[in-house]
């Protein structure tokens, strides 16, 4: 049931980039988000070899206009152009971390030839607030949440799931990472790994459901990373995949800190 | 399936595994190898051999070097104030071959890899921390860090991962400029490598 053109056939894409391998020589592999086509694998010539024209545009997190020649395992980049290059975001560690998550969730989540304009728009969005400066742990829950949705793992974050009562601001009340559900105190033993939240991370968690476009939460960073590790564990158990990139948005160190290298601990996490 | 004596076919496999080298090329070399005379082989043999048992990290920049300190950080005529942060040991040559630079190197041995997971810990970043704290604490006057790391997303990761991690330090820091190599046209330039040229323009 494919959609796309017959091989040796030409088509053009607007398409995300999400990731890039070597692969032989002096040639790529791209792992393209695109509306019509969800992830697209295409095999850039040349661009690991200095004096390519191509090199400069592909690279992750750019939006490119590419002429594809179909193959029959693997489209090749003829042509492309700059649609967004979202520069700004090289200049910004946490809103780079924030994008290169997103890249990775989504390549996690998305399947070849399964149309994504939903998750496409959303994507580049979410690059767009990224660049014009907004809280890049805010934008990234907002986003992570949204594909959780898009790619049908709804939760309703405002019930129990344990009981199905409706959670209240007062209410003591549990993440369980592993099911991405919550839990109320009654319901909590026995659910292994379960940890508290804060009322205020219950609010973010039930302001962003469902919301169109990233909202500003009143959260500080201990708090957005508690959140966002617990949607790790959520989306590492429904992917079966270990996303790496999540371990280089918690806290960075400095210099005269105890331990200055060792980044991608787990740190910020809600301790019960 | 074409057919290899085995010992060929050993040698091919050998250099196979090298980076780059696909099928074709290892097979080339190996071939190229055996009409060789003897003495071709075993100095190729003995040169690696030597290379592998002598050279080390250099224990000041981490470049690699039969000497340690390597042949940079003991040059009188180096400033060791100003500090290149580079990737590879082969940025180490490039820059050399500039007869620009007077300075000495930190060698990172890679860079940053959200996706791949490559994180600082798997490089000589402690060590270039280790080495900044040492000279401030031995009063050596650190005139500047400089970045000269590739205009990628990894390059651009480890960049602002290191300035952010040395930000308390107080040291001058910078990043080699990007954009339009030498003799090249402008209309050729793609839009992103041209943006960052605008950027990263001076007055004059
Ligand atoms: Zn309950
Ligand atoms: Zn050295």
Redo the contacts between chains.
């Keep these: 049931m494919s959609n796309l053109p017959p091989q040796r056939h030409r088509f053009d894409v607007a398409a995300l980039q999400l990731?890039q391998y070597p692969y032989?020589?002096g040639d790529q592999i791209l792992l393209l988000l695109t509306r019509e086509h969800g992830l697209l694998r295409a095999i850039a010539k040349g661009t690991r070899k200095p004096?390519s024209?191509?090199a400069?545009?592909l690279?992750?997190?750019?939006c490119n206009q590419l002429t594809l020649v179909c193959g029959r395992n693997l489209h090749r980049v003829e042509q492309?152009?700059?649609l967004q290059?979202f520069?700004s975001l090289?200049?910004?560690?946490d809103a780079?971390?924030a994008g290169?998550?997103m890249?990775?969730v989504t390549a996690a989540f998305c399947q070849e030839e399964d149309p994504q304009p939903a998750l496409f728009d959303a994507f580049c969005l979410g690059l767009l607030q990224l660049q014009s400066g907004f809280a890049p742990r805010a934008l990234l829950l907002w986003f992570l949440l949204y594909l959780l949705e898009n790619q049908g793992f709804y939760q309703d974050w405002r019930y129990c799931a344990g009981c199905e009562r409706q959670l209240q601001a007062k209410d003591r009340v549990f993440l369980l990472g592993s099911a991405g559900v919550l839990l109320c105190q009654p319901c909590k033993p026995g659910a292994e790994g379960a940890r508290y939240l804060y009322p205020e991370q219950l609010l973010a968690l039930q302001q962003l459901q469902q919301a169109p476009e990233p909202l500003p939460l009143d959260l500080d960073e201990r708090r957005c990373n508690g959140l966002l590790w617990f949607l790790q564990q959520h989306l590492e158990q429904l992917s079966g995949k270990?996303l790496?990139?999540f371990?280089?948005l918690y806290p960075?160190?400095?210099?005269?800190s105890a331990s200055?290298?060792?980044?991608?601990v787990k740190q910020g996490v809600n301790t019960p | 399936m074409s057919y290899l004596t085995p010992p060929l076919g050993r040698l091919v496999g050998a250099f196979q595994k090298l980076p780059?080298i696909?099928p074709k090329?290892a097979q080339r070399l190996a071939f190229h190898i055996v009409r060789q005379p003897r003495q071709v082989a075993e100095d190729l043999a003995e040169a690696l051999l030597n290379a592998k048992d002598t050279i080390r990290f250099c224990s000041i920049c981490s470049n690699l070097s039969a000497s340690d300190p390597c042949e940079i950080c003991q040059h009188s005529e180096r400033d060791q104030g100003l500090i290149c942060v580079v990737a590879d040991a082969r940025d180490v040559l490039a820059l050399e071959r500039t007869h620009e630079y007077r300075g000495t190197y930190h060698v990172l041995q890679g860079l940053?890899s959200?996706?791949?997971?490559i994180?600082?810990?798997q490089l000589k970043?402690?060590e270039l921390?280790q080495r900044?704290?040492q000279m401030q604490t031995d009063g050596v006057a650190l005139r500047e860090v400089i970045f000269a790391l590739s205009?990628?997303?990894e390059g651009?990761?480890t960049t602002?991962?290191l300035t952010?991690?040395?930000?308390?330090?107080d040291i001058p820091m910078s990043r080699i400029a990007f954009g339009l190599?030498m003799g090249g046209d402008l209309e050729?330039?793609?839009?992103?490598?041209l943006?960052?040229a605008l950027?990263g323009r001076r007055s004059i």
């Design positions: 990731k032989g020589e004096r024209k191509l400069g545009l690279a992750p997190l750019r492309a152009s700059s290059s520069s090289q200049n910004d560690y780079l971390m290169l998550v890249g990775e270990s790496k990139s371990a280089f960075l160190p400095e210099a005269g200055p290298v060792a980044t991608p | 780059g696909g090329n940053i959200p996706m791949d997971g994180g600082p810990e970043v402690r921390l900044l704290q205009p990628t997303v651009d990761a602002l991962y952010r991690m040395l930000r308390s330090l190599p050729y330039a793609d839009e992103v490598t943006a960052r950027e």
